[in-house]
Antibody, heavy 122, light 113 residues
Framework: QVQLQESGPGLVKPSQTLSLTCTVS??????????WTWVRQPAGKGLEWIGQ???????NYNPSLTSRVTMSVDASRNHFSLELTSVTAADTAVYYC??????????????WGQGTLVTVSS | DIVMTQSPDFLAVSLGERATISCKSS????????????LAWYQHKPGQPPKLLIY???TRESGVPDRFSGSGSGTDFTLTISSLQPEDVADYYC?????????FGQGTKLEIK
């Protein structure tokens, strides 16, 4: 059973870069069966898919965030990362990482991290 | 992008009664080549990550009680809880995984009447 755990600063200043890491255990980040995914939920709002990264480094991003998002995989540390630049208060949210299992060309989010709250404030 | 629209936004149901949540997609998430609907349902409780309940529109995830069921095809889907239990109080989201960005519905808050 793949397990995931987010880590990173809980407070980021406006205009700076939000950086989070998701450590994978119980499975390999190099698995060809997963897209490694980030999802967020602003307070009082719904879930928003941010994007995903494959073991090869191939990425897909939400068009609403693509100009500010970078995701990457680090096989040596068995983790993947999210960077979101030029943050504003609107980026305050609980950020989840998830393992998206690739099945018949679809990506099903079976496994999730516990989530980490990131607040954007000066 | 595929837009997912749930109804209602808020639902209050008595214990033991049936709860029904609707989800509509702006375009079909049914793949004719394999006859599968790329539609999932998640349960989300405060302080916890979302939990996968249903995938392929109607396949219950392992360990999910059989009072939860999913139905529908193409653009119209339903999540049904046949007999509401106290632990079912949560937000529920549908999500399409047919094509990126993998969009969620806006969520339905389910409470006890």
């Amino acid at each position: 059973q793949v397990q995931l755990q987010e880590s990173g600063p809980g407070l980021v200043k406006p205009s700076q870069t939000l950086s989070l890491t998701c450590t994978v255990s119980g499975g390999s980040i190099s698995s060809e069966s997963y897209y490694w995914t980030w999802v967020r939920q602003p307070a009082g709002k719904g879930l928003e898919w941010i994007g995903q990264v494959y073991t090869t480094g191939r990425t897909n991003y939400n068009p609403s965030l693509t100009s500010r998002v970078t995701m990457s995989v680090d096989a040596s540390r068995n983790h993947f990362s999210l960077e979101l630049t030029s943050v504003t208060a609107a980026d305050t949210a609980v950020y989840y990482c998830a393992g998206g299992l690739i099945v018949f060309g679809g990506v099903i989010f079976y496994n999730w991290g516990q989530g980490t709250l990131v607040t954007v404030s000066s | 992008d595929i837009v997912m629209t749930q109804s209602p936004d808020f639902l209050a149901v008595s214990l033991g009664e049936r709860a029904t949540i609707s989800c509509k997609s702006s375009q079909s998430v049914l793949y004719s080549s394999n006859n599968k609907n790329y539609l999932a349902w998640y349960q989300h409780k405060p302080g916890q990550p979302p939990k996968l309940l249903i995938y392929w529109a109607s396949t219950r995830e392992s360990g999910v009680p059989d009072r939860f069921s999913g139905s529908g095809s193409g653009t119209d889907f339903t999540l049904t809880i046949s007999s509401l239990q106290p632990e079912d109080v949560a937000d529920y989201y549908c999500q399409q995984y047919d094509s990126a960005p993998y969009t969620f519905g806006q969520g339905t808050k389910l409470e006890i009447k």
